[in-house]
C-alpha cells in the first residue's frame, strides 16, 4: 500500500476563502451535494423516462428509488463516506447507479476507464487507497474478473481493499444486485468536500487524480445544460465511455438528469450500434470525439434517415478540423457544438446562436462570466488578443490542486491559483478560443490522451532500452498516434518484443506505440534535454516520404 501518500500532499487544494465567498454569493456554489441532482429530478419528473439500457428501463422516480437501496447495499457491505471506490464500468446502468449511491453516501468515486489494466487500476487503487472495486464481468471481449484478481495479487494482503463487486457474473466476488437493501438514513454529505476523483490525460509518470467537489462540479453541470438548452423532452445518447468527464458533465449524463430528459446508453459508438438507438429513442443530442465524428458522417451517407430526431452533435476532446467541422450540419442534418474542456474544469462551448464562423473555426468560451482565462507567453506574461500562448485558468469549477501531489502541484498552477492547462490557444473578441497547438508531453489520440513520460518509464523498464523519447505523429484519422524513439543498450531487439514487454506491463491498449524507431542516440536541444520536436518532425517526414513513395 501507498504508506507515503500523506506525504504526497493534501487530498485537495481549497478555493482561498474569498474567492469561495464569491462562488457562494453568486449563486454557484449551492451547498447542494450531487445526488440532489436525481432527488430532485425525481421529485419534478418522477414518471418520466430517466434512463434506458438495452431492454431495462427507469423512470427519474425509479432511479432514485434505486439508488436509495444501492446506497444500503453499499452501507451494510462496509462501506462509509470517505471511503474511495474505483470504478471501472463499460456504459451499463450500474454504472448509473453506483455513481450516484456513492455520492448519496459521501464515498468518492475513482473514475477509471474500460480500457484500463493493471497497471493503471493497480496504481488508482493503491494510491487511493480504495476500499472498493467495482468492475463488469466481461465488456468488449476482456474479463476485468481476471483483472482484478491481479489486481489483488499485486496488492497484496495489507491493501485497503476489502471489496470486488462486479456487474454480471461475480463467480468469488460480491455480485452488484446483492448490493440491494432497504433504504437507510444518511447524513448529507459536504457540498464543499469532495464528491470523486477524475483521471487527468497527465504528462507525467503516473496519471494524475483530480479532485471535484459536489458544489463545483454541480455548478459546472447545471451551466452546461442551461447553455445547451436541455429540456424534459431532451434525450441524450451517451456512446463515449460513460467515466469520461465530457459523456458524464458536458452536459452529458447529469446534465441530462438534471434536466429531467432521458440518458440512452449506447454500448459502443460504431453507427450500427448508436444509430438504431437514436431512432428507436428519438434521441435529440449527442457527443463525440473528432474521429467517431468522421465515421457517423461516413455512415450517414447511406442512413441519414436514422437521424432524423437529432438536434446537436457535440464534438470535443480533441481538435476538430474546420473542413469536418462545416460538413456536420449538411451531412448529418444537425447542429454542431464544439467543446473544448478538460477533467480539471474549464470547460468552453460554442453556442446555438453563434455565427457559422465560430461554430466552424473556434472551440468555443468558457461556461462562466467568472471563468479567468489568460494566454500567456513562455514567461508568464499575458498576450494580446489573436496570439497563440499558453492558457491559464482558473474560476468556480476549475481545481486549485490534484489529488496528493504537490511537488506536481508546484508546476501544474501558478502561485495564484492559475491551473497551466498545456494546451496552446488563441483567443479572439468575445473570448472565443482557438486551440492550436498543445505544450504539454502528451499524445492526444482522437480524445484518448497519453503520457509520453508513462510510456517512457514503461519501455525503460525493457532490459534492452538504453533511452526512450515518445511523440505524437499526424494520422488521418485519430489526428495523432504515438511514435516511441528507441535507443537501444545493444543489439537492436525487435519491435514485436517490445510491443509485447508492454503488453505484459498491463498497460491501456491505447498507449501501446503505434510505431518504433530504434536510433543510435536523440538529437538535443541547446539546454541538452531530448529535443521532442524534432523527434516529431523526423517521423512526420518519414509518414509524408512513404506516402509520396
Ligand atoms: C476532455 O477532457 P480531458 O481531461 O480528457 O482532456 C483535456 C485536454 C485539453 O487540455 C486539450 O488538450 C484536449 O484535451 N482537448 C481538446 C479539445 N477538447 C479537449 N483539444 C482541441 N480541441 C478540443 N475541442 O477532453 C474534455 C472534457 C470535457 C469536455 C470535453 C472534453
Known amino acids: 500500500m501507498s504508506g507515503s501518500s500523506a506525504a504526497e500532499g493534501a487530498d485537495f487544494t481549497p478555493w482561498p476563502a474569498e474567492f469561495a465567498a464569491r462562488y457562494r454569493e453568486a449563486g454557484y456554489w449551492r451547498g447542494e451535494p450531487l445526488d440532489q441532482l436525481l432527488r430532485d429530478s425525481a421529485r419534478r419528473h418522477g414518471p418520466r423516462t430517466a434512463l434506458v439500457c438495452g431492454a431495462r428501463r427507469w423512470t427519474h422516480a425509479e432511479l432514485d428509488a434505486q439508488v436509495d ?165 431532451s434525450t441524450y445518447l451517451c456512446a463515449l465511455p460513460v467515466a469520461h468527464n465530457f459523456p458524464m458533465s458536458s452536459p452529458g449524463i447529469l446534465g441530462v438528469l438534471h434536466a429531467g430528459g432521458c440518458v440512452v446508453l449506447a454500448p459502443d459508438a460504431s453507427p450500427d450500434t448508436a444509430f438504431p438507438l437514436i431512432e428507436r429513442e428519438g434521441v435529440t443530442i449527442t457527443s463525440l470525439v473528432p474521429p467517431l465524428a468522421l465515421v457517423w458522417m461516413e455512415a450517414a451517407a447511406t442512413r441519414r434517415g436514422e437521424l432524423s430526431s437529432l438536434r446537436l452533435l457535440q464534438v470535443g476532446g480533441s481538435r476538430l478540423s474546420d473542413e469536418a467541422a462545416r460538413r456536420v450540419l449538411p451531412v448529418l442534418g444537425c447542429h454542431l457544438q464544439q467543446v473544448f474542456g478538460m477533467a480539471e474544469g474549464l470547460v468552453n462551448y460554442t453556442r446555438d446562436d453563434d455565427e457559422d464562423a465560430l461554430v466552424i473555426g473556434t472551440q468555443g468560451r468558457a461556461i462562466s462570466p467568472d471563468d479567468e482565462v489568460r494566454v500567456v507567453d513562455d514567461d508568464d506574461r499575458d498576450l494580446p488578443d489573436g496570439e497563440a500562448g499558453h492558457l491559464l485558468t482558473r474560476g468556480p469549477y ?102 509485447r514487454f508492454m503488453r505484459e506491463r498491463g498497460l491501456a491498449q491505447f498507449k501501446l506505440p503505434d510505431r518504433i524507431e530504434f536510433v543510435t542516440h536523440f538529437p538535443k536541444t541547446g539546454v541538452g534535454k531530448i529535443d521532442k520536436r524534432a523527434l516529431r518532425e523526423q517521423v512526420a517526414q518519414k509518414l509524408s516520404a512513404a506516402r509520396a513513395g
Open 398 to 499: 476549475t481545481i486549485r490542486g490534484y489529488f496528493r501531489a504537490d511537488v506536481h502541484n508546484a508546476r501544474a498552477f501558478t502561485a495564484d491559483g492559475f491551473y497551466r492547462t498545456g494546451d496552446i490557444v488563441r483567443r479572439l473578441p468575445g473570448g472565443y478560443l482557438v486551440v492550436e497547438g498543445r505544450g504539454k508531453d502528451q499524445i492526444n489520440r482522437g480524445g484518448d490522451k497519453v503520457a509520453a513520460e508513462e510510456v517512457e518509464n514503461h519501455l525503460l523498464a525493457h532490459p534492452a532500452v538504453l533511452d526512450a523519447a515518445v511523440v505524437a505523429m499526424p494520422d488521418a484519422y485519430l489526428g495523432e498516434r504515438s511514435c516511441a524513439f528507441i535507443v537501444p543498450r545493444g543489439e537492436i531487439p525487435r519491435a514485436m518484443e517490445i510491443a
Open 69 to 233: 437501496r444501492v446506497a444500503a447495499g453499499l452501507v451494510r457491505l462496509g462501506l462509509a463516506a470517505g471511503d474511495k471506490v474505483v470504478l471501472q464500468l463499460p456504459n451499463v446502468a450500474e454504472f448509473v447507479l453506483a455513481v450516484f449511491a456513492l455520492f448519496r453516501l459521501g464515498a468518492l468515486p475513482v473514475f477509471a476507464l474500460p480500457a484500463h489494466r493493471r497497471s493503471e487500476i493497480a496504481y488508482f487503487c493503491s494510491f487511493t487507497e480504495a476500499r472498493a472495486l467495482i468492475v463488469a464481468d466481461r465488456h468488449g471481449g476482456f474479463d476485468y474478473r481476471s483483472l482484478a484478481r491481479e489486481v489483488c495479487a499485486e496488492l497484496g494482503d495489507k491493501a485497503a481493499l476489502t471489496h470486488i463487486i462486479v456487474v454480471g457474473e461475480a463467480e468469488e466476488f460480491t455480485s452488484f444486485v446483492a448490493l440491494d437493501a432497504e433504504p437507510v438514513a444518511l447524513p448529507a454529505p459536504a457540498a464543499d468536500g469532495l464528491a470523486f476523483l477524475q483521471l487527468s490525460g497527465g504528462s507525467t509518470g503516473r496519471p494524475k487524480l483530480i479532485p471535484r467537489t459536489h458544489d463545483d462540479y454541480y455548478y459546472s453541470v447545471r451551466a452546461s445544460a442551461e447553455i445547451c438548452a436541455l429540456d424534459a423532452e
